[in-house]
């Protein structure tokens, strides 16, 4: 576990981010830190939780759904997990909020700093991808298959831009 605390720790440290550190006991640890995504997402919340032989982490989207577009959300949400190989959406019908949600398990593993930089920019990323289109379904525009259709189209060009 220790280990593991190191590169996340190394992984903060790198990217020049702020981060908490909270230890509760030689089993349970939580960092927490935060990322301006400078545009119209604004700031997502990160929290890596770590444990004996596991760690999750959960990036969280700073605006909550308002009840009357729950359903739309839930199904754009939806769409985008499809398919996906590295962690998930996740959505909150209690309180409206929306988190990215990626999970380790190094059981018996030893992490590299490839797996935790992987793990901790992966939600980063696919708030980046999907998140300017969450934001206008939230606001009630569009329909949540043509905002993922649209928000996938716009990565494969930037992909193919580059």
């Known amino acids: 576990m220790k280990h593991t605390i190191d590169l996340i720790k190394n992984f903060f440290e790198k990217v020049n981010w702020k981060y908490d550190y909270k230890e509760y006991d030689e089993t349970h640890v939580v960092f927490s830190s935060g990322v301006n995504m ?3 997402i604004g ?3 990160i929290f890596v939780v770590v444990r004996q032989d596991y760690y999750w982490v959960n990036v969280l989207f700073n605006s ?3 009840e009357k577009y729950y ?9 985008a997990n499809y398919g996906m190989n ?9 309180d409206g909020g929306v988190r990215y949600k990626t999970f380790v398990n190094f059981d018996g593993v030893q992490l590299s ?20 289109n969450l934001l206008r379904l939230m606001l009630g525009e569009g329909n949540p298959k ?4 649209e928000a ?11």
């Open 152 to 162: 996938e189209k716009e990565a494969l060009e930037a992909v193919d831009a580059s």
């Open 43 to 45: 700031s997502l919340r």
């Open 64 to 66: 909550a759904v308002e």
């Open 86 to 94: 590295n962690g998930n959406f996740e959505f909150d019908f209690e």
């Open 71 to 79: 359903n739309q959300v839930a199904e754009y949400l939806h769409r």
């Open 146 to 149: 043509e905002l993922i259709e």
């Open 38 to 40: 400078n545009n119209a």
């Open 113 to 132: 700093d490839d797996v935790v930089t992987d793990s901790i920019l992966i939600p980063i990323f696919m708030f980046d991808k999907y998140g300017k």
